[in-house]
Nanobody, 123 residues
């Protein structure tokens, strides 16, 4: 059974940084494409960033380019999202997700999900 557990969320001020972590147990982490999604109240869940299994291919939503960095440590079965220069509009529940295959935008294409971690950015 594959389990994903996010950590690192919290309440910060605009301009601050947070680092989210997602630890994966079970399954074959090293061959999963991993993504970070977020969902704010009243909005659809959106892909923020994703990274291919080998770490060489990444995706960033336009809204976070230059501020967020995704990385992974296959030996530790963990994926990270470093979030800098946070803005109030980054406030959301952030979910870690995994899938076999290439990076795709649709959340329905991701098979494995964490429970989410809340990020709140005050102005």
């Amino acid at each position: 059974q594959v389990q994903l557990v996010e950590s690192g969320g919290g309440l910060v001020q605009a301009g601050d940084s947070l680092r989210l972590s997602c630890s994966v147990s079970g399954g074959s982490f090293s061959i999963y494409t991993m993504g970070w999604f977020r969902q704010a109240p009243g909005k659809e869940r959106e892909l923020v960033s994703a990274i291919g299994w080998e770490g060489g291919i990444t995706y960033y939503a336009d809204s976070v380019k230059g501020r967020f960095t995704i990385s992974r440590d296959n030996a530790k079965k963990t994926v990270f999202l470093q979030m800098n220069s946070l803005k109030p509009e980054d406030s959301a529940v952030y979910y870690c997700a995994g899938r076999y295959g290439v990076i795709v935008m649709s959340d329905s294409e991701y098979r494995y999900w964490g429970q989410g971690t809340q990020v709140t950015v005050s102005s």
